[in-house]
């Protein structure tokens, strides 16, 4: 093998294995979370509860609280300026740090009109909070089309 082979050889060996060594994508500490589905998207107001299937991401296993007095799923009508705050009971066994994935279905009860219409439209957003303190990303639902009862 002459010299200049040699060289490009090593050359060609170096950049692939340059390349086949690339860093671990970095794990994320917060947990992510989408909407799977959302029922109804027209709701008769004080009737229909809304159900929202929501699969969860989450790295550290960290998701839910031992305590039902301890929220750590957060969402918001956009209608209004505050937040409700619902329980998630720990997904992992014994607290344990592992990788989790999973849906879990959120019953909200009812929702109502604000105004003096017969209808409304809002979307509710939401957020889940590990044990740690990490926020996971927000998602906000279709608009959902709030009726009056009376219709």
């Known amino acids: 093998m002459k010299a200049w082979q040699l060289v490009a050889s090593t050359l060609a060996l170096a950049t692939i294995l340059w390349a086949g060594c690339k860093p671990d994508e ?13 029922d109804p998207t027209v709701a008769v107001a ?6 929202v299937t929501i699969h969860y991401q989450d790295a550290q296993g960290d998701l ?7 929220p750590s799923l957060r969402i918001r009508d956009s209608r209004l300026q505050g937040d409700d705050w619902y329980h998630i009971p720990p997904l992992t066994p014994n607290f344990e ?25 809002t979307t509710l957003s939401f957020q889940v909070y590990d044990r740690a ?4 990303n927000t998602v906000t639902s279709e608009t959902i089309l709030i009726v009056d009862t009376l219709r």
Request: hydrophobic share 40%; charged share 25%.
């Open 26 to 38: 970095p794990v994320s500490v917060a947990p992510e979370i989408f909407i799977v589905s959302l």
């Open 46 to 51: 004080f009737e229909d509860e809304i159900l």
């Open 64 to 70: 839910g609280e031992a305590d039902p007095d301890d």
């Open 97 to 121: 740090e592992l990788y989790i994935e999973g849906d879990f279905l959120v019953q909200i009860p009812p929702l109502f009109l604000l105004g003096n219409g017969d209808q409304e439209t």
């Open 133 to 136: 303190g990490n926020a996971s």
